[in-house]
């Protein structure tokens, strides 16, 4: 592994990602947030990103657990505002692994990304690392709410069974990755022969820790940007995410 060759143009990177693929017995993608920027959600770290915005707060106290029990209405406010993007459509890249998991080829997707565009293009088997928007979870008596439910409501949500505070089942900062979920990712990579890896820097941990338990013998990296793993990478695709899988 490692020492592979580096591709700029889209359109090459789709027909070598294409054949690959083709050659591969079983296809893991691990993504992140850039997978969603080419629907029109904001990412973190780049130049438009939530991080470079002003805001009273910055984003990532506002996304902490301690903030979220401490200014639960601030928090909403920026919730509603900014993690939720319920007209986002999935693009090519959501689409084809949908697709390659229906043909057998795709085995399971990893994701950081919360905003389900996954699902919504006819993934099955989505490992989400950091929850969901779209299950909200009374912290009392466990009803799930949707995402469209929190839109509807004003202040801070409670739950109409029992009056209980209702949490977005997405992990904040300072709380832990869900054990099972984490389980099930690292079983899926370390089970596949190709790992894609794309839209995601490789610098949010644990998450990116993941990566390790890739032991197959073709690894992908499809980022416009250097990531920490590129020299270990066979082929590194820098550029478009959503031109890469347009084959």
Not at 44 to 58: A, T, W
């Amino acid at each position: 592994m490692g020492g592979g060759r580096t591709i700029t143009d889209p359109q090459q990177a789709a027909q070598e990602l294409s054949r690959r693929i083709d050659r591969a017995k079983s296809v893991v993608f691990f993504g992140g947030a850039g997978v969603s920027t080419a629907s029109g959600i904001p990412d973190f770290r780049s130049e438009d990103g939530l991080y470079h915005q002003k805001f009273k707060y910055p984003p990532e106290t506002m996304l902490g657990h301690d903030f979220f029990m401490t200014h639960t209405e601030e928090f909403y406010d920026f919730y509603r505002n900014r993690m939720i993007a319920l007209d986002a459509k999935p693009n090519q890249a959501h689409l084809k692994l949908a697709q390659l998991e229906e043909q057998g080829k795709l085995t399971a997707v990893v994701t950081q990304n919360i905003d389900g565009l996954h699902q919504k293009a006819g993934s099955k088997r989505v490992y989400e690392l950091h929850g969901s928007v779209h299950r909200n979870i009374c912290q009392k008596c466990g009803a799930v709410y949707s995402a469209e439910w929190i839109m509807g409501t004003e202040g801070v949500p409670h739950c109409e069974k029992c009056g209980g505070l209702v949490k977005p089942d997405v992990v904040l900062y300072g709380e832990s990755l869900d054990e099972g979920t984490l389980i099930g990712a690292a079983k899926a990579i370390a089970s596949c022969d190709m790992l894609i890896i794309g839209g995601t820097s490789l610098v949010v941990y644990p998450a990116a820790g993941l990566v390790q338990y890739f032991n197959g013998s073709d690894l992908v990296i499809v980022n416009k940007q250097p990531t920490p793993q590129d020299s270990a990478a066979d082929l590194v695709c820098a550029c478009d995410i959503a031109k890469a899988f347009d084959f």
